[in-house]
Antibody, heavy 124, light 108 residues
Framework: QLQLLESGPGLVKPSETLSLTCTVSGDFISKSSHYWAWIRQTPGKGLECIGSIYYSGGTYNNPSLKSRVTISVDTSKNQFYLKLTSMTASDTAVYFC????????????????WGQGTMVTVSS | EIVLTQSPATLSLSPGESATLSCGASQSVDGNFLAWYQQKRGLAPRLVIYDASTRATGIPDRFSGSGSGTEFTLTISRVEPEDFAVYYCQQYATSPPLTFGQGTRLDI
């Protein structure tokens, strides 16, 4: 069945860039009509949608993160990625990747499949 | 940005009782594009209800969703021990950004 798995560093220094990978198994991003997303969770702000991407590369990002966020996709590797620049302590969170669903073809959809999440701590 | 406000923050019940969780939106959620998630400690959220009232795959029928516009409700009839968790509502009508409520903790 469809599974998502986040990977990346658990510790990032302040001002550095976070790079995370979400590996999709059980389906092909290039053949799926679903959007894919990054979401994070902090004790203070709760669940926050970072942004979404389609296999063609079209993205929708959270304006609160402005130009710090880049979401990209590599269909040949069946992976999508998150880059978040200028990390600060407030970016310490559990980062999830997820699939928009159960409908397809739009980011105006719930999240029906989630990865297990990866904890990222920002500290020197 | 649509702000979602959930109430109560914590709901304490015993197994077998019914739970009513509320989610209020700062503006109308078009298309009733609202979902509910269940999250247990250390795990990712699990989709329970989408489109305000449709149960997700594998969700027991004791879970039901209702509402429209700015007021939505998740009802769990006859709460089971495995239902004790934190529940979040989320709107996907207006983006960016898609937004979540702050959660309701269902406690024994």
């Amino acid at each position: 069945q469809l599974q998502l798995l986040e990977s990346g560093p658990g510790l990032v220094k302040p001002s550095e860039t976070l790079s995370l990978t979400c590996t999709v198994s059980g389906d092909f991003i290039s053949k799926s009509s679903h959007y894919w997303a990054w979401i994070r969770q902090t004790p203070g702000k709760g669940l926050e949608c970072i942004g979404s991407i389609y296999y063609s590369g079209g993205t929708y990002n959270n304006p609160s993160l402005k130009s710090r966020v880049t979401i990209s996709v590599d269909t040949s590797k069946n992976q999508f990625y998150l880059k978040l620049t200028s990390m600060t302590a407030s970016d310490t969170a559990v980062y999830f990747c997820a699939r928009h669903g159960p409908h397809s073809g739009s980011h105006h959809d719930a999240f029906d499949i989630w990865g297990q999440g990866t904890m990222v701590t920002v500290s020197s | 940005e649509i702000v979602l406000t959930q109430s109560p923050a914590t709901l304490s019940l015993s197994p077998g009782e019914s739970a009513t969780l509320s989610c209020g939106a700062s503006q109308s959620v078009d298309g009733n594009f609202l979902a509910w998630y269940q999250q247990k400690r250390g795990l990712a959220p699990r989709l329970v209800i989408y489109d305000a009232s449709t149960r997700a795959t594998g969700i027991p029928d004791r879970f039901s969703g209702s509402g429209s516009g700015t007021e939505f409700t998740l009802t769990i009839s006859r709460v089971e021990p495995e239902d004790f968790a934190v529940y979040y509502c989320q709107q996907y009508a207006t983006s960016p950004p898609l937004t979540f409520g702050q959660g309701t903790r269902l406690d024994i």
